[in-house]
Structure formats: structure tokens, C-alpha cells
């Protein structure tokens, strides 16, 4: 077997054992995939301090983020379909974020239930939601995360309607596939693939079906899907869920420093900068490029998380020097889900961990938290989101 040593080994193995649409699901944009693009690009335009002659034993990479002690500033980013990158895949990567000691947040288009998460770990997770139009089903399915003793409430807010991805709409995606002659042609060599989704029986949207009216096969779930993402999604539904909810609040998919203020004023305990991996929004900035805008109009007042393009330990380390607290990653642990199952989301998070705590020392810092401006090199003009760097 090859040798694991980043994250992009990680993809090639995950792009030969996923199926076709799933692989195109995860690894896409909207539209032109600009931003998808500038995601990763505008990481790899800032560059590393290498300081010297400093004392760099000891090192720890622990913090917090909203409150509770991570073994470094990264979750796992809610994703959608995560148990058909997977048999039984969200489940998978929640163990690995919990024995690793990092969040894991279940996304309301999860395979695998809040409830069969829940019975599957032993720590609380946090839990993502869409905002649907069935305004009962959101309030039980809030409810049901309550009860599951979900920790925090990840709502995000840039989804009011679907973005195009024109693959998935090429490869006719569902859960499970519909099998099409194409689609059986591809699983026919994703032996590994079926095997383990014929070994489980979680191959439908577990937070929906049976949850939500009317709903109870695949071909009702997606015709209820496209028309229940609710586009009157404002800052006063917001106000209301928050109470509803009722715990720690982190409000995710803001890219602008207006709508930033607007989260600090309702409460929110943590905000995440974030163009959702460059899936709706095609032509908007990187989340790196607008980091610095939103921190400056927060004030330090509200905790800043960051997502959309980190693939490596050194993208960690370049969120949490501008001025980030924690970051998330999707993609990065996806890879590994895909291409190894548990063990691969474990071996992502350890390429990504023994890349942050290696690249700080070569910076000159022991801690994770004493990150900082001083430790980069910020190409002129990055810090103004009107300017084209």
C-alpha cells in the first residue's frame, strides 16, 4: 500500500474507490468554479516567516473553539451525503473526530441520522442545519438534536436556494444513485464501494425520510428537497431559531463584514467565514481574502471560524495567523473517508495536524494561540476586498 503523507495522496486514492457523481459532488463548484478555484489559490499567495534560534520544544497545538477543548483549531465540516462517500460514513468520521479530539458537525442532508450518530459516539457533536420552508419539521428536527445532546447549532445561511453545479446535475445525482447505465457501468468497478454500502443499511437521507411529510423513498425526498430550502430566510427567522435553539449558536456561510455585524448583533457565539467550498456564490472572494475585512469590523468581540479551500496543516496555520480561532475542513476529510473509511479520516487529520505543528516551530512558536500576523508574509492589496490580488 502507498504511503500517506498529505492530503492530496489521499485524493488520488479517493477519487479510484468513489463512485463518479460522488466524487464530482464533493470535488465542485457552481458554475464556472472560480471561486472553488481561488479557494485553494489565494492560500498558497501568502508565505510563511521561517525564524530561527528559538526554543522549539514543548510545542502544543491545543485551544478552544466556542468554549471547548480541541487538540487543534479544526472540525470537521457538516457535508452533505457524507454516507454515500462511505458506507455508514458519517458515523465513520464522527469516531475519528472523537478519538482525535476535534469537532465533528452532522449536516441536516446527512445519511446517517442525528440519532444513529448519537448512539454511535460517546462525546456531543454539533449539528448543522438548513432552514426549510416546513417550518414543524425544522422545529422537531432542532428538537431531535436537543435531545441527541447536540453542543452547538451550526446554521447556515448561505443556502436559500441551491447553487448550480452543472456535474451534479450531469450525473443526475440522488441517495442512493439511480442506476442508469452509466452509473452501473462505474460501480461495477467501485467493488469496494458496494460492498460496504450492501453491508449497511443506511442509504437514504436519515434526517428527512420518515421525518418529513410526505416523504418516504428517494424520488419523493428529492422533489421535496428542491422546493423546501426556504428563500425568505432573514436576520428576524434567524432571532427565532436562535432562541428556539436555545444553546451556542455558530452562524456559518458569512463573506461579507455587514452581514458579520449583523450575526454579532443577534448573538452569535462563533461566525464562519465561509463561500460554502465555493458551491453557491460562483465569483465571490476566497474566505481567506475576506477574513481580515470581517475581523476588523467585529472588533474581537465575536469568535471568527474559517472554511472553504484549507487542504493542509499550513492552510491551518495561515487561517489562524490572520486572525482566525478555529477553521473547518470538508473536502480534506472527505478524501480520506473515501479512500480509507475511519482510518483515513484519522489519517487526515494527523497529515493536517503533523503539517501545522511542524510548519509553527519552523516559524518560531510553540503554542497555537500565539499565531499571528507576524508570523506571515501578506501580499499587498490582500486585505482589501475590493482590490483583485
Request: aromatic residues 6%.
Amino acid at each position: 500500500m502507498a504511503v500517506i503523507t498529505t492530503i492530496d495522496d489521499l485524493h488520488r486514492l479517493y477519487r479510484r474507490r468513489a463512485p463518479r457523481m460522488f466524487y464530482d459532488y464533493c470535488e465542485s463548484g457552481s458554475w464556472t468554479e472560480q471561486t472553488f478555484r481561488d479557494n485553494i489559490g489565494d492560500f498558497q499567495k501568502i508565505r510563511l516567516r521561517q525564524r530561527v534560534a528559538v526554543d522549539m520544544s514543548n510545542r502544543s497545538t491545543a485551544s478552544t473553539m466556542i468554549g471547548e477543548r480541541v487538540a487543534m483549531p479544526v472540525a470537521l465540516a457538516p457535508v452533505g451525503m457524507t454516507g454515500m462517500q462511505h458506507a455508514d460514513g458519517e458515523i465513520l468520521a464522527a469516531r475519528a473526530a472523537e478519538a482525535f479530539g476535534v469537532p465533528f458537525t452532522l449536516s441536516t442532508m446527512s445519511i446517517c441520522s442525528i440519532e444513529d450518530v448519537a448512539a454511535q459516539t460517546s462525546k456531543p457533536f454539533w449539528f448543522q442545519l438548513y432552514v426549510m420552508k416546513d417550518e414543524d419539521f425544522v422545529r422537531r428536527l432542532i428538537g431531535r438534536a436537543r435531545d441527541a445532546g447536540c453542543s452547538a447549532l451550526v446554521l447556515t445561511l448561505d443556502l436559500q436556494l441551491l447553487g448550480q453545479r452543472h456535474k451534479d446535475l450531469k450525473n443526475g445525482l440522488s441517495a442512493p444513485p439511480k442506476l442508469t447505465l452509466p452509473v452501473i457501468a462505474d460501480l461495477a468497478t467501485k467493488w469496494r464501494w458496494g460492498l460496504g454500502m450492501l453491508a449497511t443499511k443506511r442509504r437514504k437521507f436519515g434526517n428527512i425520510v420518515g421525518h418529513a411529510q410526505g416523504v418516504g423513498d428517494p424520488a419523493s425526498l428529492m422533489a421535496w428537497t428542491a422546493e423546501q430550502f426556504d428563500p425568505q430566510l432573514d436576520w428576524g427567522k434567524i432571532e427565532k431559531l436562535r432562541d428556539l435553539w436555545g444553546g451556542k449558536l455558530i452562524l456559518k456561510g458569512i463573506l461579507d463584514p455587514e452581514d458579520a455585524v449583523m450575526a454579532q448583533k443577534i448573538g452569535a457565539d462563533a461566525i464562519v467565514v465561509s463561500n460554502h467550498g465555493g458551491r453557491q456564490l460562483d465569483g465571490a472572494h476566497s474566505s481567506i481574502r475576506m477574513l481580515p475585512s470581517i475581523l476588523e469590523a467585529l472588533g474581537g468581540r465575536t469568535e471568527v471560524h474559517l472554511d472553504s479551500g484549507i487542504r493542509s496543516g499550513q492552510d491551518v496555520l495561515k487561517a489562524l495567523a490572520m486572525g482566525a480561532q478555529g477553521t473547518f475542513i470538508g473536502r480534506a476529510f472527505v478524501y480520506g473517508l473515501g479512500a480509507m473509511g475511519q482510518a483515513g479520516v484519522t489519517k487526515a487529520l494527523q497529515v493536517i495536524h503533523t503539517e501545522l505543528d511542524k510548519t509553527m516551530a519552523l516559524c518560531g512558536e510553540r503554542d497555537v494561540t500565539a499565531l499571528g500576523r507576524h508570523n506571515l508574509i501578506v501580499p499587498q492589496g490582500f486585505d482589501d476586498p475590493t482590490a483583485v490580488v
